[in-house]
């Protein structure tokens, strides 16, 4: 049997029609005319047609040339999921013009082209793909968009915006968007994150942001900036949040009225560039007690790692030695804090200083994913140590802050 | 002889299931007043496509109108209901239940049980679906009539109302139960829903008490359509539901002959904006409308006004269709003048419309030109459908007052279902299905009472069916006397609620531990009453028994007995046994009513026989 089959299923003593849909661990999964899906025994299903398939309508899109040109380009993500038969699960299926045929409102604020470069899930993500991305994103910005959408699973949408505010000097918004409750549920909050999206990739910012519900409510979306927000929940819908400063911005929703802090990069305020090298060699530890000193012989030939410390920036001190010997070798490490809140200080205590003697550069305030794709683009970018140390504690692009506020 | 028109009618039953926990999340079954919500928020609702790529048509309408709903949460609530966290796995708890009700039908499990999400995007879901699982199909019904399937679902959140939504309710566990299209009197269906009501009940695992058990009936009669009607909450109504329903289906058929007969025609593009003619009008709905438009029915004077069920006349159909759009109903010529419209509003209505002499003008009134669009499109919708070759729709209706109906949505078709792609399938396979053990039915469970514990058939009946029948087979199990118990549970019970005593404020441990304290001697049978309208005011039991029946324990009789006995020997020597009558008032006035007649007698007698036997 083929998916699409029509069947009758003749079971517990009644005959019934249905769709063929899979087979599920050992049963044949049936849509029944009611639309419910059963899994029964194979040997009760039989096949009576074959429907030909009429090949899906061509969508059209209409769209207003008056308005304002952006680009959508689409990684995959929640916010254009379908049922995977295979699995029974949501996976990312629909390209950039099935996103605008399932979110109309979207044609009323701008005018799109889009382009599909990958449908994957965010955890599949690699620093090549945040490459691809980045020229995808550039060639965009050099024909002339007014800005650009990325569609993005949230899981690793925060590091991938890191990536392009580090690769992609940008004098017009590159908007990071997807949906944490799935597009194919009429509450999901795909619709109203992908128009507040598109409006601020119209506005007068001018750096990549991470556009996503502000609250539980469908009130506003916050613009959060590319090198300092963090997800911070599995699964509500307000779950990205911008650590260390308040968000750049919001869009309030329905009316889709834009608001930027004074702090927010604003539009043309520089020339557009494209620095797309990375260095793969880079990784992220996350320091714990009891963790064991030869975990480190595993990155002997990194040429990048960033700690994920306790408190103002510790490890054990155990392990200062055997970082010594990876420094020694030519191993650029940087101190981050677990707390995600507050800068790394290692002058305070002993442990701190010896880190400091041992050669490991205080990472601020940056977040410790955010110091990883930093380190990646350093290395790629810069090879003498002095120039490495200097880029890494200065700040590029918003991912340190020189001062702290309260809060 | 011409036959009358033959009606078919099925029913869906929604049983809420007393489980510990809901269905899809570990939240608790309880439900709570307005007043304690914790927080709330808001969102709005959007139709989304099958997996096969349509919108069900119920969707569709429903989209007519801004979709933005409210929601008030509680402590008891938790990030499953408020639509932010995925589902839990299903509760084995309740799909016991549902397996234990099906296997009571007789029905077959369906092996692999896949959890469906139904679109339904009327706010009373916060995602926009229920969830619902197909889990057993084809069980007997007394009548030959067949249950065609049972459904484990989640309950929706209750309206507070218009769009605000109160979320504890949403999630307890529901059986629909769904039969076969086997009835054919009115009679039939009542009875019907009785005996399933009455197998739901023997589990003791369903809720009990006004909402927690809902019916819709499926009626159809020939030449009309298959309509659902929603939410008959009392069973004695589904009668006069059925004969209504089977009258406004005639009554369309006859307005279509009448149509047909008369040529009628409706035209789409007559819509005419007329919110000028209304400006000066003494009616104050069409004075305050923003715009109000016509349109020309073509042969339909008499018709739209005319009545098809009590109160129910063609233009409710229309006006329950254009409030779809968001106005709040329609006029038609067949009702004016009246509401404020005057003769001549209507003459001067009838001229621009061009409105010949069998011409019926409809008028809607709205805030915006697209609203009123809308609902004039709606009108005509309506109006082509009584003229068609299937003049009664199949839809979904809800019952209004006293057994009429109005209309709700389309029929839900296939389309508004989508797998639950968060929840696994539940497998049921012969270990599982063998584990559920089939409780005796409440009916049965009359009968064995009425023969084992000699007591009236009828009253064994009331017994099974009451809410504490649970405490009556539990007394019975601790040795409380059945007849004791039943007459505390039913009787008493019913004399003081009638009294106006709060009998559902009294615990079921109250009632034990008063039945165990007359049992034991401690109180009085005498003294039930008064022990349980203390038990409602909130009094302890053993609080209400010293202050209403001081304890006499059985040491104590015994020594009052003995002193009694002591001092009347002589009366006794010469009455012999008899002189038990007249003693047993002299120690019931000691005990001052506080033990048991019963215990008293039996102790005197005792002492009697014992006096006797030493003299």
Not at chain 1, 345 to 352: A, I, K, M, Q
Not at chain 2, 487 to 502: A, D, P, V
Request: aromatic share 4%; hydrophobic share 35%; with cysteine.
């Amino acid at each position: 049997m083929k998916s699409g089959d029509i069947v009758r299923c003749e079971y517990g003593g009644t005959s019934r029609k249905g769709t063929y849909i899979t087979s599920r661990n050992g049963m044949s999964v049936i849509k029944l005319d009611s639309g419910y899906n059963i899994g029964i025994p194979p040997q009760s299903c039989s096949s009576v047609e074959r429907p030909v398939i009429e090949p899906g309508k061509k969508l059209e899109l209409v769209q207003d040339k008056n308005l304002p040109e952006l680009a959508i380009v689409s990684t995959g993500g929640t916010i254009a999921s379908r049922i995977d038969y295979r699995t029974g699960s949501v996976t990312s299926q629909s390209d950039a013009a099935a996103i605008l045929h399932a979110i109309p409102e979207l044609k009323k604020v701008a005018n799109f082209t889009t382009r599909s470069l990958y449908t994957i899930l965010s955890e599949n993500m690699t620093p090549r793909i945040w490459q691809e991305l980045a020229r995808a994103v550039f060639e965009e910005i050099q024909r002339g968009v007014t800005g650009v959408i990325v569609t993005h699973g949230t899981d690793t949408m925060t590091y991938t915006a890191a990536a392009l505010s580090f690769m992609i000097d940008t004098p017009v918004p590159i908007i990071l968007v997807g949906s944490q409750r799935s597009a194919d549920r009429p509450s999901s909050d795909n619709a109203m994150n992908a128009v507040c999206a598109a409006r601020a990739a119209r506005s007068d910012l001018g750096e990549v942001a991470v556009v996503m519900h502000a609250s539980t409510n469908d009130d506003a979306c916050s613009i959060h900036r590319g090198t300092r927000v963090r997800k911070m929940h599995t699964s509500q819908r307000d779950a990205f949040r911008s650590i260390g400063i308040p968000p750049i911005g919001t869009v309030a929703y329905p009316s889709l009225e834009v608001k930027l802090s004074c702090d927010a990069a604003r539009r043309n305020s520089c020339k557009p560039a494209l620095h797309d090298k990375l260095d793969e060699r880079c990784a992220l530890i996350a320091f714990h007690p009891g963790i064991s000193p030869d975990i480190l012989e595993a990155y002997e030939r990194y040429h990048g790692i960033v700690l994920s410390g306790t408190g103002l920036g510790h490890v054990c001190t155990e392990l200062i030695p055997n970082l010594k010997k990876l420094i020694d070798n030519g191993t650029t490490i940087m101190m981050t804090s677990q707390c995600l809140n507050g800068k790394v200080c290692d002058r305070v205590y002993d442990t701190g200083r010896d880190l400091l003697e041992a050669g490991v550069i205080e990472g601020g305030d940056m977040l410790p994913e955010v110091a990883l794709v930093k380190m990646m683009w350093v290395l790629g970018n810069e090879k003498d140590k002095g120039r490495v140390r200097h880029l890494l504690l200065t700040d590029l692009k918003g991912e340190c802050n020189r001062r702290r506020t309260h809060g | 002889m011409a036959e009358g028109p033959r009606l078919t009618a099925g029913i869906e039953i929604h049983q809420q299931l007393n489980t510990k926990e809901k269905l899809f999340c570990h939240c608790p079954t309880t439900l709570r007043e307005v007043t304690e919500h914790s927080g709330e928020f808001f969102r709005y609702l959007r139709a989304t496509e099958s997996e096969i790529g349509e919108i069900d048509r119920a969707a569709k309408e429903e989209m007519k109108r801004d979709r933005k709903f409210q929601y008030y949460t509680y402590d008891t609530t938790c990030l499953v209901e408020n639509d932010e966290e995925p589902p839990a796995p299903m509760n084995s708890e309740a799909l016991s239940v549902c397996l234990t009700i099906a296997k009571m039908f007789g029905m077959t499990p369906i092996p692999q049980i896949h959890t469906m999400r139904k679109l339904v995007i009327d706010g009373s879901n916060t995602s926009g679906f229920q969830r619902t699982a197909f889990v057993a199909l084809n069980g007997c019904l007394p009548n030959g009539g067949q249950i065609e399937t049972i459904c484990l679902e989640e309950e929706a959140a209750q309206r507070v109302k218009d769009d605000l939504f109160s979320l504890d309710r949403l999630g307890i566990p529901l059986v629909e139960i769904t039969t076969s299209p086997c009835m054919h009197t009115p009679e039939e269906v009542q009875q019907v829903a009785e005996y399933i009501g009455m197998v739901l009940r023997s589990t003791g695992k369903v809720k009990r008490g006004i909402g927690t058990i809902r019916q819709d009936v499926n009626i159809s009669i020939t030449g009309g359509a298959r309509v659902e009607i929603k939410g008959v909450q009392e069973l004695g109504l589904i009668a006069e539901v059925v004969r209504r329903e089977m009258l406004r289906q005639q009554n369309l058929i006859a307005i279509h002959d009448e149509l047909v007969c008369r040529g009628a025609s409706v035209d789409a593009n007559d819509g005419t904006d007329i919110t000028d003619l209304f400006r000066e009008t003494k009616s104050t709905v069409l004075k305050k409308a923003k715009r109000i438009h016509a349109i020309r029915l073509g042969g339909f004077t008499g018709l739209v006004g005319r009545t098809i069920q009590p109160d129910r006349r063609l233009g409710s159909e229309m006006s329950d269709y254009a409030k779809k759009c968001g106005v709040g109903g329609i006029f038609h010529t067949d009702e004016l003048p009246a509401y404020g419209v005057t003769q001549e509003e209507v003459d001067r209505l009838r001229t621009r419309m061009h409105a010949a002499e069998g011409d019926c003008i409809v008028l809607v009134a709205g805030a915006t030109d697209r609203q009123v669009e809308c609902a004039l499109g709606q009108v005509v919708t309506r109006a082509k459908i009584a003229m068609s070759a299937m003049p009664v729709p199949e839809e979904t209706r809800k019952m209004v007052e006293e057994g009429s109906t109005a209309y709700m949505r389309p029929l839900p078709g296939a389309a508004r279902m989508y797998p639950e792609t968060d929840v696994l399938p539940e497998v049921i396979d012969e270990v599982r299905w063998n584990c559920i053990e089939v409780p005796e039915l409440l009916n049965e469970k009359a009968s064995r009472y009425a023969e084992k514990y000699a007591i009236d058939l009828s009253y064994a009946t009331q017994l099974v069916s009451s809410k504490r029948l649970p405490v009556f087979e539990r007394a019975i199990e601790e040795g409380i006397k059945p007849k004791l118990a039943a007459f505390t549970l039913l009787s008493t019970s019913t004399e003081l609620r009638r009294e106006g005593i709060k009998i559902q404020n009294v615990a079921d441990e109250a009632f034990i531990g008063i039945l165990h304290a007359v049992e034991e001697g401690r109180a009085a049978r005498e003294a039930i009453p008064d022990l349980i309208r203390s038990a409602a005011e909130g009094c302890s039991v053993e609080g209400a028994i010293a202050k209403l029946a001081p304890s006499v324990s059985r040491e104590e009789l015994e020594a009052i007995v003995r002193k009694i006995i002591e001092s009347r020997s002589d009366f006794i020597r010469e009455k012999g046994k008899a002189a038990l009558g007249p003693l047993m008032g002299v120690v019931m006035a000691e005990v001052r009513g506080s033990v048991d007649g019963k215990l008293v007698s039996e102790t005197l007698r005792k002492g009697i026989d014992a006096r006797l036997a030493d003299t």
